[in-house]
């Protein structure tokens, strides 16, 4: 065989096992409806972890047929400089080129280990151009307003089938219309002309499906967005969001991602940037399941932020981690991680009794991804082999590359190759919140919040060992408190939440507790949630008037039995006070004192 004949081999399968990627990933994403139908949320999980290893699974079975096709031909250079060419002609009309050409990035990366970017084997786009695509009304269909808005929800409501009735589908119609009503008033006044577009899928995430559309004024769009719930009664809808600030908390950054079945995604991306003017297309992918090539978007930003601006790197504002060097650029939204060679300080005398290894911190992070975030932990993007120019580094951030993080970072005179890259985005860290904000209400919210992010987070099986250490938590720019540093992160069901012992004699009340508590790691005591809390003390009565619960024995007992039954738990990404809460049914699967 010719290198063309070759070539084009190797081009074709690589295409077909993309096409074998996508074929399952659709055929995963479609089982959503009927889990939601049947209430089967276990399912649901399982489909969520079969969706997220596809990826993988089809690149490592094409990887094995690589090499038992063409040997060692198949981790040279040429080889795959040919193949780029052949595969080029193969997507160039397809819709999904740009996901196309980052499945091949991902062959190229697997099997010839590269470092930095090889623009002769990968395809690089500081700006792409648009690849072939429908038009938004192939994905979305339209009502138009008639004079009765209650009308115009009856049918957007019929529009979406399910295997489930609804409890009371009229109203629901007649509930969501009054907000309507309510919304464009202020706007129409009496000139009531609009229409609704809505996505033909609806989007399934947790026990929610989701209407997503946008109402379309003359000049303006405004997003509609519908959770509906399958309860014992049957479906309902739940309340009715029409703010863009509550689009952005649906589509956030610390939720898991949405099962919905559109196939030409670039024109649900238009869609949804319509609604949300500053929706970042790579968090966008990774809300819809893409997360390979919501990296590709995001490298791609990247560079290009780099190249404009010409920043520096440099160390992230905040405390100094024992376990991470966190850098970012000043006026970049993400923040970037690299594990230290050992546990240790740099810019403190402290001690640190980490002994956490690099393998356990990555064990921790992928623990994580496999979680259900339940809108409280903040999505994680793992880069390997990238490379960058030297000059763009400050030179403190260096000196601390070279101390800390040698088997991560290699230095030479011209650039800086980092091997292992955690990247996430900012959110400020919650005592630098406490020292910045001067809003009491402001305070009292996120107080208030951060009580129910500890039930989230434990909700969702997670548990932050380091329980109080409050610089492992931040604040988003809507207001929601998550976590973001995972090396402390355990299995709630392996921890033993205990009644601290009280000594037996006088010799025990003048030794230090641990010389006569015998405890393990896994061991948690109540009275510790208390006297070891990262809340100012001034403040601790406030978190205490709503999360005293937190402090019991009884609450987090009860959490864990219910965590060990398999149940899931309701994930309410909107303020719960505006929920229609019409139906008891809805608040059944949500822990106690449920956030407003």
Sequence with gaps: MTITDVADHAARLTLDAFDGFNAAFRSI??????????????????????????????????????EFSFGQRAREQPFWVAAKERYALLVEQ??????????????????????????????????????????????????????????????????????????????????????IDLRLWPILEREFRYSVETIYSLFFRNKVAYIVGRIVLDRRLIPLIIPLYNGPGGVYADTVLLLESDAKVVFSFAYAPFFVDVERYGALIRFLTSIMPDAKPAELYTSFGYDRHGKTEFYRDLHRFVHVSREQFIIAPG???????????????????????????????????????????????????????????????????????????????LWEFAEAAKDAVSITEEYVIIRHLYVQRKVLPLPMFFESEKDPEGIRRILIDFGYFLKDIAASGVFPCDLFNTWNYGVTPWGRVVLYDYDDVMPIERIRFREKPMPHDEAQENEPEENWIIASDEDFFMDEIDRYSGIPRPLKAVFASTHGDLYTLEFWNALMERVRSGEVFDVIPYDRSRRFGYTPAASAHSLPHSPA
């Design 29 to 66: 994403t479609r089982r959503a409806q009927h889990r939601f139908e049947q209430c089967d949320w276990q399912g649901g999980r399982r489909d969520a972890a079969e969706r997220m290893d596809a990826y993988e699974t089809a690149l490592n079975e094409l990887v094995s047929q690589l």
């Design 94 to 179: 397809r819709y999904d080129i740009d996901r196309a050409e980052t499945f091949f990035n991902s062959v190229t990366r697997k099997m010839m280990q590269t470092v930095g970017l090889n623009r002769e084997i990968e395809f690089f786009h500081l700006h792409p151009a648009p690849p072939p695509s429908a038009p938004e009304t192939a994905i979305c269909q339209q009502f138009v307003y008639g004079g009765d808005t209650a009308a115009l929800v009856r049918s957007l409501l019929d529009a979406f089938p399910l295997g489930a009735a609804f409890q009371d589908s009229n109203r629901d119609a007649n509930r969501i219309a009054q907000e």
């Design 319 to 397: 405390i100094e981690g024992a376990v991470m060097i966190a850098f970012t650029l000043a006026h970049y939204d993400f923040v970037f991680k690299v594990i230290k060679d050992r546990p240790r300080f740099l810019r403190s005398r402290w001690e640190t009794s980490k002994t956490i290894t690099k393998e356990k911190v990555r064990f921790q992070y992928d623990f994580v991804s496999r979680r259900d975030p339940a809108g409280r932990m903040v999505d994680t993007q793992e880069f390997e082999n990238l490379r960058f120019r030297r000059k763009r580094f400050d030179p403190q951030l």
